[in-house]
């Protein structure tokens, strides 16, 4: 019997789609779009469409495991969920008793942005256990940290507004691989006649379709974004009256823009005068004008310093105000929901220990007090995906650290668990979903059985808390308590939905003053002290550029998203032999031909895999995806392994973009 059934895609993109799942005799057939979400509106990307691969993969883990072999060998034997819970927390109870609960570290992340998974269930236990606080800031700590501190929790403008705009700037982002529903409606703009910028390295097939593309040195954004608010100011075109009003540090800024002529920001940057005057030109004169700032800024030491000088711009401009007019970043706290509630840091006895997730290989491999003796692993693949690989690796297979992996299939990261616990995937459990690139909130059921012995990370973190003794009912509340925290809240937000609705209706709209439709100091306004666009908060220090670290290696290495991966998830199946993108510049200086296998390296490590010479990025400039398995290179290293845990300039983020290395051809 045939049967379709709505569902939720929570994993980290910032569209959420709608779904319609098609079941046959109890397994999935097809996974489509569902017009539930009048944003995804029945379309879905290729990645998800091919999930069902993932949930019957060959690598798909059905039962508990305990390992039998050397770490890293992949060599575990089946046992009970009895005997998987037990020897964790005996394993907990003893590290606890030499070392104290800091000496334990949840590492999670983007697997599954659903709130009962991520920052739910997980957060409660390991707050009530006391372990160590993993700092996530892999992606988003700097973006966060600025555009927090700047605006509070006003949100961006939606990616359906971008419609009404004359000038849209597409600012380190590629929505043709990441957010395919706001690539629909750039285009829609696009034929109405608006203007379209793209600043990237890369020539993306969004920035080749665009008006004008500006091709920045990675790092020197900041510049690019200075020179721009300068110009503004030096010729008369900053809208000072909104300054006088709206804002507080303008003249910071202006002080700060002083050293940046055009001039040298295109020394700096590596990009011609005109197109730095033409970008000004065409965003001064437009109205309404938005920036969209993507992640891919933030990726370097002056990450942080970039953000707040594209998210000033809107301000000094005076592009507020208007539909369609301002800035998009995340808009994920435009959603009410009750995030300490859910979380319960109140559980916690001791202020926790934090650790960066950016250092992990560090902390693993260097003398801490107490130590990491124990890692618990889940929602993430930090051999993939964290900086330093190697060194990582190498923490990893020390004969005293404990390691616990729930994970759907064998990743990279699993290889090396003492005990590997069977997660299920999106389509096998409940899940509230707020987005971060829409104003909707969805709430999804399973559309079928768990797999196997399967179990969720809200029955995992139950069912340890009552192995530890944990017999509070607030630890462990289930889908249905973790709901009700999560909705106290201001509910008018939510035009006044609560679980019933939620669970009837599955998506509800987020709201503003005066209605739906959000308008950037229109119907909401910054959530700071006084209301104003901070644009030079004390926390975040003086706005500068800071030159290269290290230009010992001669080429910035990026390691973007692409349209296959959701950072490593479907790696496994999607990216099996991934190419280094290199400039033909840089190849014939090099001798290397299209197709010829090349040796990524630097003082980290190395990474084998074919060349593809191409006219899309600029000279200095090489790119290999991110979301790499071992599996998909010549000689199971990837990006990450080239990636030093450098941090950035404002909120301890990854410098992923800084990477510095050579190319050559392989032996």
Not at 14 to 27: K, M
């Amino acid at each position: 019997m045939t049967t379709t059934l709505a569902s939720v895609c929570p994993l980290d993109c910032p569209d959420t789609c709608s779904l319609e799942v098609t079941i046959d005799g109890g397994r999935v057939t097809r996974v489509d779009g569902s017009q539930r979400n009048p944003y995804t509106d029945g379309y879905i990307c290729a990645k998800v469409r091919r999930f069902p691969e993932r949930v019957y993969s060959p690598l798909r883990l059905l039962y508990p495991q305990k390992r039998v072999g050397p770490k890293g060998e992949g060599r575990f034997e089946r046992i009970g969920w009895d005997e998987a819970v037990e020897t964790i927390a005996a394993g907990f109870k003893r590290i606890i008793a030499e070392h104290g609960p800091a000496a334990i570290l949840p590492h999670h992340y983007g697997g599954s942005n659903g709130l009962f998974s991520e920052e739910g269930a997980d957060s409660r236990f390991f707050n009530r256990l006391g372990a160590s606080e993993l700092l996530k800031t892999i992606c988003a700590a700097p973006t966060g940290a600025a555009s927090r501190a700047m605006y509070g929790t006003m949100s961006g403008v939606p990616p359906e507004d971008y419609e009404l705009a004359a000038c849209i700037i597409l600012w380190g982002v590629n929505p043709a691989a990441t957010s395919i529903h706001m690539n629909r409606c750039i285009q829609r703009a696009r034929e109405r006649g608006a203007f379209i910028a793209v600043v990237d390295p890369r020539r993306t097939k969004v920035a080749a379709a665009a008006s004008l593309h500006l091709q920045p040195l990675p790092g020197t954004d900041v510049v690019l974004a200075l020179a721009i608010a300068g110009e503004l100011f030096r010729s008369g075109r900053a809208d000072r009256d909104f300054l006088e009003a709206h804002t507080d540090g303008a003249a910071e800024v202006e002080a700060a823009t002083a050293e940046y002529t055009i001039p040298k920001a295109a020394q700096i940057c590596g990009l011609p005068e005109e197109q730095i005057r033409h970008l000004i030109d065409e965003y001064a004169s437009a109205s309404p004008a938005v920036i969209r700032c993507g992640w891919g800024v933030e990726r370097n030491r002056n990450g942080g310093n970039a953000v707040r000088a594209i998210l000033s711009l809107p301000a000094v401009a005076g592009k507020f105000g208007v539909r369609g007019g301002g800035f998009t970043m995340s808009l994920s706290r435009a959603c009410p929901l009750n995030t300490v509630a859910l979380a319960r840091p109140d559980l916690r006895r001791d202020p926790p220990r934090q650790i960066n997730m950016t250092r992990l290989a560090r902390v693993l491999t260097e003398p801490q007090t107490p130590p990491i003796a124990a890692l618990f692993v889940y929602n993430s693949n930090p051999v993939a995906m964290n900086p330093d690989q190697n060194r990582l690796i190498r923490g990893l297979r020390r004969d005293d650290l404990f390691t616990v992996v729930h994970e759907q299939v064998m990743t990279d990261t699993a290889l090396f668990a003492d005990i590997l616990l069977p997660a299920t995937t999106f389509l096998e459990q409940r899940e509230l979903k707020k987005s971060y690139g829409t104003h909707y909130l969805q709430y999804s059921e399973p559309v079928i059985d768990p797999l196997g012995e399967a179990i969720s990370n809200v029955e995992v973190f139950a069912r340890l808390a009552r192995a530890m003794g944990f017999d509070e009912p607030d630890v462990a509340p289930g889908e249905d308590g973790l709901m009700a925290a999560a909705l106290d809240c201001d509910r008018e937000r939510l035009g006044g939905a609560g679980a019933e609705e939620l669970r009837r209706d599955r998506i509800v709209r987020i709201r503003f003053r005066d209605g739906e439709d959000l308008v950037q100091f229109g119907t909401d306004f910054p959530t700071t002290p006084g209301g104003k666009a901070l644009l030079a908060p004390p926390q975040l220090g003086t706005m500068a550029y800071r030159p290269p670290r290290d230009t010992s290696y001669p080429l910035i290495l990026l390691s973007p998203a692409t349209g296959r991966t959701i950072n490593s998830t479907l790696g496994e199946f999607n990216l099996l032999a991934p190419k280094l993108s290199i400039g033909r510049t840089d190849a014939a200086a090099r001798a290397i031909a299209d197709g010829d296998v090349v040796r990524i390296y630097n003082d980290l490590g190395e990474v084998h895999v074919h060349a593809k010479v191409s006219d899309a990025i600029r000279a200095g400039v090489v790119s290999l995806p991110k979301g790499m398995w071992l599996e998909s290179s010549l000689n199971r290293s990837t990006v990450t392994a080239l990636v030093p845990d450098d941090l950035t300039d404002i909120g301890d983020g990854a410098c992923f973009n800084d990477a510095r290395v050579e190319v050559a051809r392989a032996g």
